[in-house]
């Protein structure tokens, strides 16, 4: 009896768990759509229309936010007032069809990795290997790696297989950093490379890279440091940098979740699920930061319904009765949801105050592995609750949330700005060496990747124009 009682508490758990991170992974009118779809499939779910705090449940005035939550808990400019906030306050309020959804701005517009990746490179190749380029391009899996091999292609172009290798050496070293390889080894050396060019990279993280993956996976770092003649803390460190700096799925990594391979893809969003701005419109005040929620009512578990489970009896209570237990899973994990939610945006403005009050060459690097250990939560948590999401910037600017960990951001402004500023077009060598003056230490190749991302051309073509 006892085990079945722990079996039966460890489903709920388990359920708990994966309904919770399956809300954190939506946007808000994703979220809406499941509400509705519980709310049309469980009768023991309601929500009471009325504009109410998604929060504290406390009644809205007819415009205007939760006086109670919105309320700063202190003076201290750092702390944000962080509150969830009904989506009629800032969208208006209407009732969508199947047939609205292809001509509202619900969906983003996309960009495939393909595409992604092949503009960053473009003016680095040649045309031959542009078609080159393409084709490997569009034989990647949902990692990033390679489902075919060089040999079968250099085949098919009647070329060496050292030429299809210069094309892929491209392609690697293009966003996300080891997209195109052959496996998570291949992938993670080619960051490992890259990072390496600035002096991150400690004594012994190739090697174990290379040759030892299988131990560091199980986390078997005293046989690490028998193999290589260290000690057992330092593998831990060198553990801890390849677990914050290398992603051996690169493909998973591109503008969304890295356990959510269907995230490949960068969007353009009209309508942001969090808004952040200040204090009375004051730069020198506290932040405040509304996260949107679908509905401005109360969802809970009908207490129609609860009357209704007292009077029947038999399979029909059962059945009910399941209903009710469902209904209140659900409203648990939405809030469970909200409260994470809550937690991360809190902890990132925190951490790019800069970035948002000051302009994008402030931006903090920051990885969502960082953000994990601080908040005490998986890693995956973190991706779930960033994917496919969008922030409103205190400038009304609307950016991926993903943004807030682009590592490049502030080196890319900066070479916009030098270019921008440039009498003369500069080769990539010169604003590698002004980026250098700046504390941003890049390979030139890495600018001319940059340049590539910001549509900027060559030194070259820009003296022709």
Same mark, same amino acid.
């Given at each position: 009896?006892?085990?079945?009682?722990?079996?039966?508490? !460890?489903?709920?758990?388990?359920?708990?768990?994966?309904?919770?991170?399956?809300?954190?992974?939506?946007?808000?009118?994703?979220?809406?759509?499941?509400?509705?779809?519980?709310? #049309?499939?469980?009768?023991?779910?309601?929500? &009471?229309?009325?504009?109410?705090?998604?929060?504290?449940?406390?009644?809205?005035?007819?415009?205007?936010?939760?006086?109670?939550?919105?309320?700063?808990?202190?003076?201290?400019?750092?702390?944000?007032?962080?509150?969830?906030?009904?989506?009629?306050?800032?969208?208006?309020?209407?009732?969508?069809?199947?047939?609205?959804?292809?001509?509202?701005?619900?969906?983003?517009?996309?960009?495939?990795?393909?595409?992604?990746?092949?503009? %960053?490179?473009?003016?680095?190749?040649?045309?031959?290997?542009?078609?080159?380029?393409?084709?490997?391009?569009?034989?990647?899996?949902?990692?990033?790696?390679?489902?075919?091999?060089?040999?079968?292609?250099?085949?098919?172009?009647?070329?060496?297989?050292?030429?299809?290798?210069?094309?892929?050496?491209?392609?690697?070293? #293009? *966003?996300?950093?080891?997209?195109?390889?052959?496996?998570?080894?291949?992938?993670?050396?080619?960051?490992?490379?890259?990072?390496?060019?600035?002096?991150?990279?400690?004594?012994?993280?190739?090697?174990?890279?290379?040759?030892?993956?299988?131990?560091?996976?199980?986390?078997?770092?005293?046989?690490?440091?028998?193999?290589?003649?260290?000690?057992?803390?330092?593998? =831990?460190?060198?553990?801890?940098?390849?677990?914050?700096?290398?992603?051996?799925?690169? /493909?998973?990594?591109?503008?969304?979740?890295?356990?959510?391979?269907?995230?490949?893809?960068? @969007?353009?969003?009209? %309508?942001?699920?969090?808004?952040?701005?200040?204090?009375?419109?004051?730069?020198?005040? %506290?932040?405040?930061?509304?996260?949107?929620?679908?509905? /401005? /009512? $109360?969802?809970?578990?009908? @207490?129609?319904?609860?009357?209704?489970?007292?009077?029947?009896?038999? *399979?029909?209570?059962? #059945?009910?009765? /399941?209903?009710?237990?469902?209904?209140?899973?659900?409203?648990?994990?939405?809030? !469970?949801?909200?409260?994470?939610?809550?937690?991360?945006?809190?902890?990132? &403005?925190?951490?790019?105050?800069?970035?948002?009050?000051?302009?994008?060459?402030?931006?903090?690097? $920051?990885?969502?592995?960082?953000?994990? =250990?601080?908040?005490?939560?998986? =890693?995956?948590? $973190?991706?779930? #609750?960033? @994917?496919?999401?969008?922030?409103?910037?205190?400038?009304?600017?609307?950016?991926?949330?993903?943004?807030?960990?682009?590592?490049?951001?502030?080196?890319?402004?900066?070479?916009?700005?030098?270019?921008?500023? =440039?009498?003369?077009?500069?080769?990539?060598?010169?604003?590698?060496?002004?980026?250098?003056?700046?504390?941003?230490?890049?390979?030139?190749?890495?600018?001319?990747?940059?340049?590539?991302?910001?549509?900027?051309?060559?030194?070259?073509?820009?003296?022709?124009?």
């Amino acid at each position: 009896m006892i085990y079945q009682r722990q079996v039966l508490k !460890q489903s709920h758990t388990t359920a708990h768990l994966a309904q919770t991170m399956t809300l954190l992974s939506l946007n808000t009118f994703e979220l809406k759509q499941q509400i509705d779809s519980e709310l #049309a499939s469980n009768p023991a779910l309601e929500i &009471v229309e009325e504009r109410r705090c998604p929060h504290c449940h406390r009644v809205l005035p007819p415009d205007g936010i939760c006086p109670l939550c919105s309320r700063p808990n202190t003076n201290d400019p750092t702390e944000p007032v962080v509150y969830i906030s009904p989506m009629d306050d800032f969208f208006p309020k209407r009732d969508y069809t199947d047939q609205d959804y292809p001509d509202e701005p619900i969906s983003p517009v996309t960009e495939d990795l393909t595409t992604y990746v092949l503009r %960053q490179i473009a003016t680095e190749l040649t045309k031959d290997q542009q078609l080159i380029a393409v084709h490997l391009l569009t034989n990647l899996d949902d990692d990033g790696f390679l489902a075919v091999s060089l040999m079968e292609i250099a085949r098919y172009f009647h070329i060496p297989v050292s030429e299809v290798e210069d094309v892929q050496r491209v392609i690697q070293l #293009a *966003e996300p950093i080891g997209v195109g390889s052959t496996g998570p080894n291949q992938a993670m050396k080619i960051q490992l490379e890259v990072l390496s060019e600035a002096g991150l990279v400690p004594e012994y993280a190739d090697e174990i890279v290379e040759g030892h993956l299988d131990y560091l996976s199980r986390r078997q770092y005293a046989e690490i440091a028998k193999i290589l003649g260290i000690g057992v803390q330092r593998v =831990e460190r060198i553990a801890e940098f390849i677990s914050e700096n290398l992603n051996p799925f690169p /493909g998973r990594s591109h503008w969304g979740s890295v356990r959510n391979p269907s995230s490949q893809e960068t @969007s353009v969003y009209q %309508q942001p699920d969090v808004i952040i701005g200040f204090m009375n419109d004051d730069p020198k005040s %506290q932040m405040v930061v509304e996260i949107i929620m679908p509905f /401005g /009512g $109360i969802l809970q578990v009908s @207490s129609l319904y609860k009357k209704a489970i007292k009077e029947s009896e038999g *399979e029909s209570k059962d #059945a009910m009765r /399941g209903d009710m237990d469902r209904a209140s899973l659900f409203v648990k994990c939405l809030q !469970q949801r909200n409260h994470t939610m809550q937690r991360l945006m809190t902890l990132l &403005v925190v951490t790019q105050r800069a970035y948002l009050t000051k302009g994008e060459e402030f931006l903090e690097p $920051i990885t969502r592995a960082s953000l994990a =250990e601080e908040l005490g939560v998986h =890693e995956s948590t $973190i991706s779930r #609750a960033v @994917s496919g999401k969008s922030v409103q910037l205190p400038n009304r600017k609307i950016v991926p949330m993903a943004a807030f960990f682009d590592r490049s951001l502030s080196a890319r402004t900066i070479l916009r700005e030098i270019i921008s500023t =440039e009498t003369k077009p500069l080769s990539d060598t010169e604003i590698q060496k002004r980026l250098d003056e700046r504390g941003i230490r890049v390979a030139r190749r890495t600018v001319a990747k940059y340049r590539a991302i910001e549509g900027i051309l060559p030194a070259h073509l820009r003296q022709s124009l």
